[in-house]
């Protein structure tokens, strides 16, 4: 028998790992798709103004199909990269149709093992359990099969919608940062809030 016989094939071509797809009782959550790309552009003309209440305005391309051709690719290549998870909220009644996202960035391991949250919602959706329903359903996949140990989220003061969301998930006040994060020309003041996970452990 010769050494090469000896040796174990070693697999230099790692398979990707399982994409999500996070079904509850009136939403889904997955990666968008190139296929998705229309109903994504419908979602963010019609909530332009609603979710640019709470963000800078976005920059023209932004509104275009070439742009989210190239999201699309980044945000799988990042997924698979173990960079971020941003994931788009779709209607389960009416799967084609977005409702909103929540995309889960910045991720640090070592020892950290945390990202940071940001979402939005439709806003004839708005108040009615579903980003409730949708963060619930990918936090735990951030926590049991990501192994996040943290999730970061900060909203505006003003905001009150948002700071009842993230407090009901369970999510901890931490602090207060002025000047925190521009918003429309201003560094607006941010609550700094935080949720962990009790079951972490070091894989």
């Not at 190139?34 to 332009?48: K, S, T």
């Not at 936090?139 to 192994?147: A, K, W």
């Amino acid at each position: 028998m010769t050494r090469s016989q000896l040796e174990p094939v070693l697999d230099l071509d790692p398979q990707p790992r399982p994409l999500p797809n996070l079904e509850g009782e009136r939403t889904i959550c997955r990666l968008p798709s190139e296929y998705d790309i229309p109903q994504i552009l419908a979602f963010y003309e019609r909530n332009r103004e609603h979710l640019e209440k709470v963000q800078s305005p976005r920059p023209r391309e932004f509104y275009t199909k070439t742009y989210w051709r190239m999201r699309c690719l980044s945000v799988h290549q990042e997924f698979e990269d173990d960079r971020s998870c941003q994931l788009v909220v779709f209607d389960r009644n009416e799967p084609k149709v977005v409702i909103g996202y929540c995309n889960y960035a910045s991720f640090i391991r070592g020892h950290f093992f945390a990202c940071r949250l940001g979402y939005g919602i439709d806003k004839d959706y708005e108040g009615k359990g579903y980003m409730y329903e949708a963060l619930n359903n990918s936090i735990r996949f951030l926590f049991d099969e990501l192994n996040m140990h943290r999730i970061e989220a900060n909203y505006l003061p003003y905001n009150e919608r948002s700071g009842a969301l993230l407090e009901r998930l369970g999510f901890k006040k931490e602090g207060y940062a002025e000047h925190y994060l521009n918003v429309h020309g201003r560094w607006e003041p941010h609550v700094l809030t935080s949720l962990t996970n009790p079951s972490w452990k070091r894989s």
